[in-house]
Each structure stands twice: as structure tokens, then as C-alpha cells.
Nanobody, 115 residues
Framework: QVQLVESGGGLVQAGGSLRLSCAASGRIFSINAMGWYRQAPGKQRELVARMDNGGSTNYAGSAKGRFTISRDNAKNAVYLQMNCLKPEDTAVYYC?????????WGQGTQVTVSS
């Protein structure tokens, strides 16, 4: 099995920054991509940012220019630097790993942005 552990969430004022981290462990052998999704109350889970093994990235429109995804392949880790946070960024953020086209999820970390 694959385990994902996130950290770095918390409460921040609008305009502030947070950095999320996610470390993968377990049966890691062929990662296709790693990324971040989020789910706000009453809304569906949505992609925030994802990076494949070739380094190509995909960002949600709301994240472009403010968030930056990065990976450390040696550590099987993925990071999300979030700047200029807005109240609408408030959500539970989930780390995602795609391996042999199967999805694995972390337990989620809460990000709350106050106005």
C-alpha cells in the first residue's frame, strides 16, 4: 500500500503564505504524477496543482500566479507554496499520488484563510 502524510496547513490571514508538504511511503515504484487537490465545505474536490514525472505542471486557474508546486523525487515528496492567500482558498487540501494509474490520497490538511 501507499501512505501519504501531509503537513503545513493552518490558519493564516488574507495575503499571507503557507507551504504544504506531503511525503509518500510504502509500495512506491512507478509514480506517474503527484499533486494537490482541495475540497471546500459543500463543494466537490478540485485540482489545485499537479506535476508529472517529466516536470510538466497543471494548475487550476485560481492557483496560477499564486501557488507553486514542486517535487523532490528522491524523497517521494511534493510541496505546494501558496502565496497571496484569499478567504476563498479555505478548504481541506489533499495530497494525491498517481501510480500505475491508480490514485492514492492523504488524509487532508485544513487551510483556513481569514479576511
Amino acid at each position: 500500500q501507499v501512505q501519504l502524510v501531509e503537513s503545513g496547513g493552518g490558519l493564516v490571514q488574507a495575503g499571507g503564505s503557507l507551504r504544504l508538504s506531503c511525503a509518500a511511503s510504502g509500495r512506491i515504484f512507478s509514480i506517474n504524477a503527484m499533486g494537490w487537490y482541495r475540497q471546500a465545505p459543500g463543494k466537490q474536490r478540485e485540482l489545485v496543482a499537479r506535476m508529472d514525472n517529466g516536470g510538466s505542471t497543471n494548475y487550476a486557474g485560481s492557483a496560477k500566479g499564486r501557488f507553486t508546486i514542486s517535487r523532490d523525487n528522491a524523497k517521494n515528496a511534493v510541496y505546494l507554496q501558496m502565496n497571496c492567500l484569499k478567504p476563498e482558498d479555505t478548504a481541506v487540501y489533499y495530497c494525491n499520488l498517481l501510480q500505475e494509474w491508480s490514485d492514492y490520497w492523504g488524509q487532508g490538511t485544513q487551510v483556513t484563510v481569514s479576511s
